[in-house]
């Protein structure tokens, strides 16, 4: 995942946000370093977790930043938000409510995020393995992503499904953005 001693053309702060226990944090370890964990406690104190990429023969690092406890609705801190050019929006396949509190979240993310307003927005289903459990149709799931001109992708940080596919996603149309 990188030399350390490359030299970078890019830094693009990402952003995780959602309800508790929809898996942002195993969609971070999984994207970060490949890693995955079933009994994942709040990673308390660490901010961020970064991975450098090339796009299109550029360093980009990817700054990739997880709530750690924060996610009742208002205490994420401005600060989490300032500065962010990507936003993953995560809901959890098998739990409607955290589906349900998606517009929540973006309304968050644009109102008090004082976040860039070419902000890149990708919405996350995550869970996919847990099709038996399914709450959330992907139709249903498309159809908003739609409405509010948000990409869209179904992951599973477990099985290491689209969680790559996620992250590209969104920092190669901030790459194309930025240039
Ligand atoms: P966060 O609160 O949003 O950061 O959620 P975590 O990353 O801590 O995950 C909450 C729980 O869901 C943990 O028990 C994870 O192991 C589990 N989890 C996370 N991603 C997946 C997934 O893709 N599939 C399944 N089945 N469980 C997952
Ligand atoms: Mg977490």
């Known amino acids: 995942y990188g030399d350390p001693n490359q030299k970078i053309d890019y830094v693009f702060k990402v952003v995780l946000i959602g309800d508790s ?3 942002k944090s195993q969609i971070l370890a999984r994207f970060a370093r ?3 964990s079933l009994d994942s406690k709040a990673t308390i104190g ?4 970064t991975r450098t990429l090339v796009i299109e023969h550029k360093s980009v690092k990817a700054q990739i930043w997880d709530t750690a ?7 994420v801190t ?6 962010a050019v990507g936003a993953m929006l995560v ?3 098998s739990k409607r409510q955290t589906f349900n509190h998606i517009p929540r979240w973006l309304e968050e993310l ?4 004082h976040a860039d307003k070419n902000i890149v927005i990708i919405l996350i289903g995550n869970k996919s393995d847990l099709e038996n459990q399914r709450a959330v149709s992907t139709e249903d799931a498309k159809e908003f992503a739609q409405k509010e001109g948000l990409f869209f992708l179904e ?3 477990l099985e290491a499904t689209n969680v790559e596919a996620a992250f590209l996603t969104v920092l190669n149309e901030i790459f194309n953005i930025v240039n």
């Open 110 to 113: 644009q109102l008090r995020g």
């Open 78 to 83: 401005s600060a989490y938000y300032r500065g």
């Open 91 to 93: 809901y959890d396949i």
């Open 21 to 23: 226990a929809v898996g």
């Open 69 to 75: 406890g924060q996610e009742r609705y208002r205490a």
């Open 34 to 36: 490949n890693e995955f």
């Open 46 to 49: 660490v901010e961020f977790q």
């Open 155 to 157: 992951t599973s940080a």
